[in-house]
């Protein structure tokens, strides 16, 4: 029986730190409502995580199950919160939600401001991600893949993006452009093998070489971090084409090149120097420019939080209290909003891997249950949230639909016998759920 006072609680986004933090909130008896902007849950597990790896996307799509069959948590996908959304943060309030924990991950684009970001051809890697990974809207827009791509960036999304060129859109070269050195690059071994197969030694050899001089001003062995670069070799996955994949360390881009048509021909970069700076190290332009031809840009540099959301911004990141009532390891959970929180990447934009994700969310939803303790239980009214969404005149997406959607997809997988069929298009989900009429 579930009881007729309980605290009210709204998370907001159903990645890994909504549905963990979620699940925590629902554990210590709170009665939960998960609102999604995308129709499933799972956010960057399901939308991000290279598609091809199927052993891990499975293992968490069965916890992500787990947590939707929990009976005092409820799930409204297709919902997005926000200013500018389907319901406001003062709307959540108004429906008896004592507290909001925001997990919408960082879904603002941090653009740099450079001339030519307009141009056909340059994008963000998080649109680029989406698309490959099947999300609605972004899997049906356009993209301009040409034959020679720069990417932006020394991170594990940069390779994500390398590894969907070069196996995938098989094109001729991938350019990873760096602002520092290959001692600060950031991704791992584990990511590298998808791709080191069409790294083009001889070329890594060139570069390192021209800037060892720049490097060991700063006290860097080049040598070790040419090997810490090659350590994925002995498990390197043969590769699937002639993509050339070469590193241009110690550059910035500082502007994009178009034709008469829009469509990107060229990336200015800046060559930088390193300045040590409080232990670590700085990237300084030199003024010295030259260009690359390339028909791609794909800034693969992190993102922010989406500034539209309602919450106050800074640094690319939700503004936390710096007094928080309720730190955890000294970190603030909360907002300048005595009721809202924030966990996951909607904490801090762009950082670090699922389990980190599922830690964060856990860790907030621990601050907000501290917060209700000086709170009476309000009384649960469920009928007035799904009147309020049935106002919305949009079909809203319960977990009995996801059941529905992801039997549909298990027989589909089954029927045209592929390793993997998910549905990459909002109104063929809601047909597949009974929730649109098929056209
Ligand atoms: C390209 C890429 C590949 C990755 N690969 C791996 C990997 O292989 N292994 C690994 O461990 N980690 C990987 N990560 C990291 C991992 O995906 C993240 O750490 C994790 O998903 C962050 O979780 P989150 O819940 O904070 O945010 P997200 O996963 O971004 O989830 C946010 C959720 O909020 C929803 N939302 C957004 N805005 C709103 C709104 N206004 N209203 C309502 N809902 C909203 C979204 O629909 C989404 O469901 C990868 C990340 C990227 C970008
Ligand atoms: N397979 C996986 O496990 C996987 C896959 C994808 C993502 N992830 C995780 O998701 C998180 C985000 O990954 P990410 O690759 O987006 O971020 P990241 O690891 O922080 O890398 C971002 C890269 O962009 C560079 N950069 C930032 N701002 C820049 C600017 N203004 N100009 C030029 N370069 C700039 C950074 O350089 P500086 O170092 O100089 O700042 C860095 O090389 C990470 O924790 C990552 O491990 C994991």
Same mark, same amino acid.
């Given at each position: ?7 009210? $609680?709204? +998370?907001?986004?159903? &990645?890994?730190?909504? %549905?963990?933090?979620? /699940?925590? =909130? ?5 009665? #939960? ?45 297709? $919902?997005? +919160?926000?200013?500018? &959304?389907?319901?406001? %943060?003062?709307?959540? /309030?108004? =429906? ?5 924990? #925001? ?47 720069? +990417?932006?960036?020394? &991170?594990?999304?940069? %390779?994500?993006?390398?590894?969907? =060129? ?274």
């Amino acid at each position: 029986m579930i009881p007729t006072h309980q605290y009210l $609680v709204a +998370v907001i986004g159903a &990645g890994p730190a909504g %549905l963990f933090g979620a /699940r925590e =909130l629902a554990n210590l008896g709170a009665r #939960v409502a998960l609102f999604n902007r995308d129709i499933k849950p799972g956010g960057l597990a399901e939308y991000g995580i290279y598609p091809n790896k199927y052993t891990m996307k499975s293992g968490l799509r069965k916890q992500f199950r787990q947590i939707m069959d929990i009976p005092n948590l409820d799930y409204y996908g297709n $919902v997005t +919160v926000g200013s500018q &959304g389907d319901l406001t %943060l003062d709307d959540l /309030r108004a =429906l008896g939600f004592q507290a909001i924990l #925001v997990t919408a991950g960082a879904q603002g684009t941090k653009w740099l401001g450079l001339p030519g970001e307009d141009l056909e051809g340059v994008y963000h890697a998080k649109d680029v991600v989406y698309f490959y990974n099947g999300l609605p809207p972004y899997s049906q827009k356009p993209f301009r893949f040409g034959r020679r791509c720069a +990417v932006i960036g020394a &991170g594990n999304v940069m %390779l994500d993006i390398t590894h969907f =060129l070069s196996r995938e859109k098989k094109v001729d070269e991938v350019i990873a452009v760096v602002r520092r050195g290959p001692a600060e690059i950031k991704f791992d071994k584990k990511e590298m093998e998808y791709v080191i197969d069409n790294l083009d030694q001889a070329a890594l050899d060139a570069e390192i070489q021209r800037i060892s001089p720049i490097m060991q001003a700063v006290n860097q062995d080049p040598g070790a971090a040419r090997a810490s670069i090659l350590e994925a070799l002995p498990k390197a996955l043969p590769k699937v084409s002639e993509t050339r994949f070469r590193f241009e360390f110690l550059a910035s881009p500082v502007q994009m090149i178009g034709d008469s048509e829009g469509k990107l021909t060229q990336v200015e970069l800046e060559d930088n120097i390193l300045v040590a700076k409080d232990g670590d190290t700085k990237a300084k332009g030199t003024g010295n420019k030259r260009r690359l031809d390339v028909e791609t840009v794909i800034f693969a540099i992190g993102d922010k939080v989406d500034e539209s959301f309602g919450l106050p911004v800074e640094w690319n990141e939700f503004v936390k209290s710096p007094t928080p009532r309720f730190p955890i390891d000294g970190k603030s959970y909360e907002s300048p909003f005595e009721d809202v929180f924030v966990g996951g990447w909607s904490r801090q934009a762009s950082s670090g891997l699922v389990g980190l994700a599922r830690k964060d969310g856990t860790n907030a939803s621990k601050v907000v249950w501290q917060y209700l303790q000086n709170k009476q239980p309000g009384e649960v009214n469920l009928e007035a949230v799904t009147a309020k969404l049935k106002s919305l005149g949009k079909p809203v997406v319960l977990k009995e639909d996801i059941k529905k959607l992801e039997a549909m997809e298990t027989a589909e997988t089954q029927k045209r016998g592929v390793e993997e069929f998910r549905f990459d298009n909002n109104d063929e989900m809601l047909q597949a759920m009974g929730l649109k009429e098929t056209a």
